[in-house]
């Protein structure tokens, strides 16, 4: 096999062939990088959308013409990284054979004190709180269902489970240390 150099660019005979043949190639390329042929376009729906059906016990609307519903059912498993407060944890997620997701988890449906405390008591109230949820997720076998978009973004929210605990939501509102919360204002902890 003939060996190329970028001496041949500079011969006489071949280098005039070798830089027209360079040039020809690269705007072929960028041709066939900027003109694309006209593909129908599948009809979609955004991730948004079909989160907050799911989040609503809607029917998903379909996101492709061959594409499966969304199962309300499906559960992920997860490993949990750390603790952040009573209502929140970070979480690796198997969302597919080989592929886990990094990602904070907020507890659906509670709401619990914060450890950026307004006073001394939600102070107590949070830490206690999140040495609770820190307790039950100790239980080991993680899983989340139904999940959706939070509110303010940078997580998710969910439905959480372990392997002793069915709801760990109803856990902590039963144990006093979160109140149930339908995702508007706030009340205050102190």
């Not at 066939?32 to 029917?59: F, H, K, Q, Y």
Request: charged share 25%; net charge positive; hydrophobic share 45%.
């Amino acid at each position: 096999m003939p060996h190329l150099s970028f001496a041949a660019f500079a011969h006489k005979r071949h280098g005039s062939a070798l830089v027209t043949a360079g040039v020809i190639f690269a705007l072929g390329f960028v041709v066939g990088a900027t003109v694309r042929p006209s593909l129908p376009v599948p009809r979609t729906t955004s991730i948004d959308t079909a989160l907050a059906a799911a989040r609503d016990d809607e029917p998903m609307p379909p996101v492709g013409a061959k594409s499966p519903r969304f199962d309300l059912q499906l559960v992920y498993p997860a490993e949990v990284v750390r603790i952040i407060d009573g209502d929140t944890f970070e979480a690796r997620v198997r969302v597919w054979p080989g592929l886990d997701v990094d990602t904070k988890v907020r507890l659906r449906n509670i709401d619990a004190p914060e450890l950026h405390a307004r006073c001394a008591d939600e102070l107590a109230k949070a830490q206690a709180a999140r040495a609770a949820l820190e307790t039950i997720l100790a239980a080991g076998g993680v899983t989340i269902s139904r999940v959706g978009i939070d509110k303010y973004g940078g997580r998710v929210d969910a439905v959480v489970a372990t392997r002793d605990t069915a709801d760990v939501s109803a856990a902590l509102l039963t144990g006093g240390w979160a109140r149930s919360y339908d995702g508007g204002r706030r009340g205050s902890w102190c």
